[in-house]
């Protein structure tokens, strides 16, 4: 069985742990309030605030909670493998390509503007 720590560090949103997930939904609706009332005219119009404030106590008491227990846990060394690493390396080959082709055009196309010469007014010969 597993216990109640083990249990709690599973729990990912998209992710994310789902204390970070709590606090930016709690934000998100405190912004989408405060744009929605902003609009409105009277006393209604200040809930906008009073939302982001308590978002802001419910963020404060949540970074309050302790996350970890006080006493560390002796760390294992586990070898870590990095699988994108072709992929990654491939894309920033590409990028510094692209990088360098780009400054060569720049400075052919904007710096080195040809200048042609005008044609010669013909002269009438009699």
């Known amino acids: ?10 729990v990912r949103v998209f992710g994310i742990g789902l204390g970070l997930f709590i606090v930016f939904f709690i ?7 405060c744009l929605i009332f902003s609009r409105t005219k009277g006393a209604l119009g200040y809930s906008g605030c009073a939302c ?5 106590l419910v963020t404060l008491i ?15 060394e586990d070898k870590i493998y990095d699988d994108l690493f ?11 390509i692209t990088a360098i082709a780009s400054i060569i055009l720049v400075f052919v196309f904007h710096c080195i503007v ?5 044609p010669l007014k013909r002269l009438k010969m009699q």
């Not at 982001?52 to 802001?56: G, K, N, S, T």
């Not at 949540?62 to 294992?76: G, H």
């Open 1 to 10: 069985m597993q216990s109640c720590k083990q249990r709690s560090m599973a």
């Open 27 to 33: 934000w998100s609706i405190a912004i989408i309030s």
């Open 52 to 56: 982001c404030l308590l978002a802001l």
């Open 62 to 76: 949540l970074s309050f909670i302790p996350k970890s227990p006080e006493i560390p846990s002796p760390k294992t």
């Open 86 to 96: 072709i992929g990654r390396v491939s894309l920033i080959i590409f990028m510094g």
């Open 114 to 118: 040809p200048v042609y010469a005008k």
